[in-house]
């Protein structure tokens, strides 16, 4: 992808802060992480993202296109391929400076 480094470093470090801890469901034995302090946002982030990067949904946790956006979003597309967290606000933005530069440029 073209994720940009201070954004997955901004993750590590966040990662790095929240404890989490391994729980058992003790109904089918399965392992999960969550976080150690339920109460804490940063753990509760951080459980989520792990969660994620082990059922695979993690890749579609992205940041939006939208450079006076940049907001956190779960890209819900089928395909997979969202570029904006919304495309009412950041998605019509862009396609308008698109079509302005076009415009521009003729």
């Known amino acids: 992808g073209h994720g940009a ?7 590590g470090t966040l990662l790095a802060q929240a404890p989490l801890v391994t729980t058992v469901d003790p109904a089918d034995g399965s392992a999960r992480l969550a976080p150690a302090d339920p109460a804490s946002l940063t ?37 997979g391929r969202g570029r904006w967290c919304s495309m009412e606000v950041c998605g019509a933005r862009a396609k308008m400076r698109a ?8």
């Open 43 to 79: 753990a509760r982030v951080a459980a989520a993202v792990a969660r994620g990067s082990l059922d695979g949904s993690w890749q579609r946790l992205k940041a939006c296109e939208d450079e006076t956006c940049r907001w956190a979003y779960y890209d819900r597309s089928p395909a």
């Open 5 to 11: 480094p201070a954004e997955v470093a901004a993750l």
């Open 99 to 106: 079509y302005r530069a076009r415009r521009a440029g003729e």
